[in-house]
């Protein structure tokens, strides 16, 4: 109903990985299995995500979606630094508090959106090919870059061994792979592609030897008739992607998120002209004929389970944990919701003077109506952490850079308090992985009453454009 039925998925890890009463219903290498799964699930959700987006709408929403990840990226880290003043008492009846690298520890764990959630909300909701859908999509794929670059950060502060090239490769091998992409689609692959599909409905001329010309038919007939060759070819381009991006250090994700890209646009280019039964049973049929149900009934909803098993439950309620965590989480909250704020200005700075050329007087009244309803959505989904708000989290504490000092101590020190950080910082990553998908699905469920009230519904169920047109 409210389009974030991945909430139920979670808490069903919070109770089988890490129940209350203290005994695990699965083992470690059970939880580890499923989080392997999980992992395989995301990255199909990703997939999908690259195959729904329009790549050309992508290109122009590039400054929106990078202004969106760059205030989401800065504010948490910069409220972070509230934490200097929350007390924590040690075993000896001292207070400590956390250091500025604990500080920016915990802002490093809440500054990226949970790219998993992002797609789950859209996909359900069906914006993906929405502007603002397109918006979050570039948003989300830029904080998952940015989440690498903070795990090899908090790394290298626990390690104290600092390298400029350590911390740059995720970026560097991210848009590179990025690049070489756009470079060879249309120099190499779409040319490769064409002669392909052009040798495959050539007929052969008369004055073709014999033999020649039945070895150049019995090829084709082989190609034409091999069993699944859109699942092979699609799943080749996904595995090639993934690989090359693990061996260069660059986001699996995001590799995930092109090769879904890629396989849209070469799907594109080999079907006929004028053949819309094989456009609207392209590339997105196969995935959801081949991939769509594993990723949707057993995946997926393991991905979201494993957020579950990474939650201590038992320690989080702690009554001088618990204010911190609450008060922490509305930082973060209001410092992932400022970034509403961008689209607001982007609609000020177009539409101050500034008349639409060919619009009539009641579509020029539509235009200039504030994009509350898309501030807002994108605020709620960029709160939505996640799997990286955990990793990091969990790495800052292995590496012991939640530390904390006495004010009347300059020296720093990895204390058991430490964990008490660490809960804090995880109520913070748990409540916004919460708040995040149950705001967005209000207010899509408004948005769809009020399009069924002004116009009838979309056969797939997806958000028309009347209620997202004034959005320029």
Same mark, same amino acid.
């Given at each position: 109903?409210?389009?974030?039925?991945?909430?139920?998925?979670?808490?069903?890890?919070?109770?089988?990985?890490?129940?209350?009463?203290?005994?695990?219903?699965?083992?470690?290498?059970?939880?580890?299995?499923?989080?392997?799964?999980?992992?395989?699930?995301?990255?199909?959700?990703?997939?999908?995500?690259?195959?729904?987006?329009?790549?050309?709408?992508?290109?122009?929403? %590039? =400054? *929106?979606? @990078?202004?969106? /990840?760059?205030?989401?990226?800065? !504010?948490?880290?910069? +409220?972070?630094?509230?934490?200097?003043?929350?007390?924590?008492?040690?075993?000896?009846?001292?207070?400590?508090?956390?250091?500025?690298?604990?500080?920016?520890?915990?802002?490093?764990?809440?500054?990226?959106?949970?790219?998993?959630?992002?797609?789950?909300?859209?996909?359900?909701?069906?914006?993906?090919?929405?502007?603002?859908?397109?918006?979050?999509?570039?948003?989300?794929?830029?904080?998952?870059?940015?989440?690498?670059?903070?795990?090899?950060?908090?790394?290298?502060?626990?390690?104290?061994?600092?390298?400029?090239?350590?911390?740059?490769?995720?970026?560097?091998?991210?848009? %590179? =792979? *990025?690049? @070489?992409?756009? /470079?060879?689609?249309?120099?190499? !692959?779409?040319?490769? +592609?064409?002669?392909?599909?052009?040798?495959?409905?050539?007929?052969?001329?008369?004055?073709?030897?014999?033999?020649?010309?039945?070895?150049?038919?019995?090829?084709?007939?082989?190609?034409?008739?091999?069993?699944?060759?859109?699942?092979?070819?699609?799943?080749?381009?996904?595995?090639?992607?993934?690989?090359?991006?693990?061996?260069?250090?660059?986001?699996?994700?995001?590799?995930?998120?092109?090769?879904?890209?890629?396989?849209?646009?070469?799907?594109?280019?080999?079907?006929?002209?004028?053949?819309?039964?094989?456009?609207?049973?392209?590339?997105?049929?196969?995935?959801?004929?081949?991939?769509?149900?594993?990723?949707?009934?057993?995946?997926?909803?393991?991905?979201?389970?494993?957020?579950?098993?990474?939650?201590?439950?038992?320690?989080?309620?702690?009554?001088?944990?618990?204010?911190?965590?609450?008060?922490?989480?509305?930082?973060?909250?209001?410092?992932?919701?400022?970034?509403?704020?961008?689209?607001?200005?982007?609609?000020?700075?177009?539409?101050?003077?500034?008349?639409?050329?060919?619009?009539?007087?009641?579509?020029?009244?539509?235009?200039?109506?504030?994009?509350?309803?898309?501030?807002?959505?994108?605020?709620?989904?960029?709160?939505?952490?996640?799997?990286?708000?955990?990793?990091?989290?969990?790495?800052?504490?292995?590496?012991?850079?939640?530390?904390?000092?006495?004010?009347?101590?300059?020296?720093?020190?990895?204390?058991?308090?430490?964990?008490?950080?660490?809960?804090?910082?995880?109520?913070?990553?748990?409540?916004?992985?919460?708040?995040?998908?149950?705001?967005?699905?209000?207010?899509?469920?408004?948005?769809?009453?009020?399009?069924?009230?002004?116009?009838?519904?979309?056969?797939?169920?997806?958000?028309?454009?009347?209620?997202?047109?004034?959005?320029?």
């Amino acid at each position: 109903m409210l389009f974030c039925g991945l909430l139920g998925e979670i808490f069903v890890g919070i109770i089988w990985g890490l129940p209350l009463g203290g005994t695990s219903w699965l083992s470690q290498s059970v939880q580890e299995t499923v989080q392997s799964l999980g992992y395989l699930g995301l990255i199909g959700i990703v997939f999908e995500g690259g195959l729904g987006t329009s790549i050309s709408q992508l290109k122009k929403t %590039a =400054l *929106m979606s @990078v202004s969106i /990840a760059t205030a989401g990226l800065c !504010l948490p880290i910069a +409220l972070s630094f509230i934490l200097l003043r929350f007390p924590y008492v040690t075993q000896d009846g001292d207070t400590v508090y956390p250091t500025p690298l604990a500080a920016f520890s915990a802002g490093a764990s809440l500054c990226s959106t949970s790219l998993g959630t992002t797609f789950a909300i859209l996909s359900a909701a069906g914006m993906q090919k929405t502007r603002l859908g397109v918006v979050l999509v570039g948003a989300a794929m830029m904080d998952d870059v940015v989440g690498l670059v903070m795990v090899k950060i908090i790394t290298a502060l626990g390690s104290g061994e600092i390298s400029g090239w350590a911390i740059a490769r995720p970026i560097i091998a991210s848009f %590179a =792979l *990025m690049l @070489v992409t756009l /470079a060879i689609t249309p120099w190499v !692959l779409l040319p490769l +592609l064409r002669a392909v599909v052009h040798w495959l409905h050539r007929r052969e001329g008369s004055s073709e030897a014999g033999a020649k010309k039945k070895l150049n038919e019995r090829c084709k007939s082989i190609v034409r008739d091999m069993p699944h060759t859109g699942f092979i070819l699609v799943t080749l381009i996904l595995l090639v992607f993934v690989t090359i991006a693990a061996f260069v250090d660059a986001s699996i994700l995001f590799a995930s998120f092109l090769a879904g890209g890629l396989v849209t646009t070469l799907w594109a280019a080999s079907e006929p002209q004028g053949d819309e039964v094989a456009r609207q049973d392209g590339a997105a049929g196969v995935y959801e004929r081949y991939y769509g149900p594993a990723v949707t009934y057993v995946l997926a909803p393991f991905f979201f389970a494993s957020i579950g098993f990474a939650i201590p439950v038992r320690d989080m309620f702690n009554g001088s944990i618990v204010w911190k965590g609450v008060l922490y989480t509305l930082l973060m909250f209001l410092a992932k919701a400022a970034v509403g704020s961008v689209v607001y200005a982007e609609y000020l700075i177009k539409r101050i003077g500034r008349p639409l050329p060919g619009v009539d007087s009641a579509q020029e009244s539509i235009s200039r109506r504030a994009p509350h309803f898309q501030a807002l959505t994108i605020s709620l989904a960029m709160v939505a952490r996640g799997e990286i708000g955990f990793l990091i989290a969990s790495l800052s504490l292995s590496s012991g850079t939640l530390t904390l000092q006495a004010v009347s101590s300059m020296a720093a020190q990895d204390s058991p308090e430490s964990e008490g950080l660490f809960l804090t910082i995880t109520w913070a990553v748990v409540l916004c992985t919460l708040i995040g998908p149950v705001g967005v699905g209000i207010m899509v469920s408004r948005l769809h009453r009020l399009e069924s009230r002004s116009s009838p519904p979309s056969l797939d169920g997806s958000i028309g454009l009347t209620s997202l047109s004034p959005w320029m």
